[in-house]
T-cell receptor
Framework: NAGVTQTPKFQVLKTGQSMTLQCAQD?????MYWYRQDPGMGLRLIYY???????DKGEVPNGYNVSRLNKREFSLRLESAAPSQTSVYFC????????????FGDGTRLSIL | GENVEQHPSTLSVQEGDSAVIKCTYS??????FPWYKQELGKRPQLIID?????GEKKDQRIAVTLNKTAKHFSLHITETQPEDSAVYFC???????????FGKGTTLSVSS
């Protein structure tokens, strides 16, 4: 039982490049989330998906898009990466009730030069 | 608006002392309050949570208290140990009740 799996673990991009971060969970959870974590800023919600087929903006959605491909997978796309998007990105999922405890992946460390 | 304030941002204690971290939230309808521990370079992990129908919950050396009138909740760690050193985050629901908003974190250092 892997829980929440994120790929890649590390990535370096140049400004203007595009990239998709992948996330998959094997706990049959309805809800999935993308957060970014910056020093001194805590975890900020980018986008979330309360159920398969739905997505909603969080606190900091600008510059990102998401796709809830199926119940297991929730991807985050940067269409034109900017240095301000350098961060650690965490995917999370939660169970049948939206606000059940969230299980996090190991994170993706993304640097944009 | 949606806001979760967490204090203090850093906390240093001696081994065996107690540590208290406090969070305030803005939405009076909020009903679920988890706490996460994040060790350096690792993922956040849930350590305890409380729902609004109870005022206190304990799990061994950790406890969470909730004051709905004042809209704040606190994490209490007793008999701290060096392995308690980590960043602790509180969280509360957004206004729609569909996602969690996190505080900015408290870095706890326990020295032996």
């Amino acid at each position: 039982n892997a829980g929440v799996t994120q790929t890649p673990k590390f990535q370096v991009l140049k400004t203007g490049q595009s990239m998709t971060l992948q996330c998959a969970q094997d706990m049959n959870h309805n809800s999935m989330y993308w957060y970014r974590q910056d020093p001194g800023m805590g975890l900020r919600l980018i986008y979330y998906s309360a159920s398969e087929g739905t997505t909603d903006k969080g606190e900091v959605p600008n510059g990102y898009n998401v796709s809830r491909l199926n119940k297991r997978e929730f991807s985050l796309r940067l269409e034109s990466a900017a240095p301000s998007q350098t961060s650690v990105y965490f995917c999370a999922s939660s169970g049948r009730q939206v606000l059940q405890p969230q299980h996090f992946g190991d994170g993706t460390r993304l640097s944009i030069l | 608006g949606e806001n979760v304030e967490q204090h203090p941002s850093t906390l240093s204690v001696q081994e065996g002392d107690s540590a208290v971290i406090k969070c305030t939230y803005s939405d009076s309808a909020s009903n679920y309050f988890p706490w996460y521990k994040q060790e350096l370079g690792k993922r956040p992990q849930l350590i305890i949570d409380i729902r609004s129908n109870v005022g206190e919950k304990k799990d061994q050396r950790i406890a969470v208290t909730l004051n709905k009138t004042a809209k704040h909740f606190s994490l209490h760690i007793t008999e701290t140990q060096p392995e308690d050193s980590a960043v602790y985050f509180c969280a509360a629901p957004n206004q729609a009740g569909t996602a969690l908003i996190f505080g900015k974190g408290t870095t706890l250092s326990v020295s032996s």
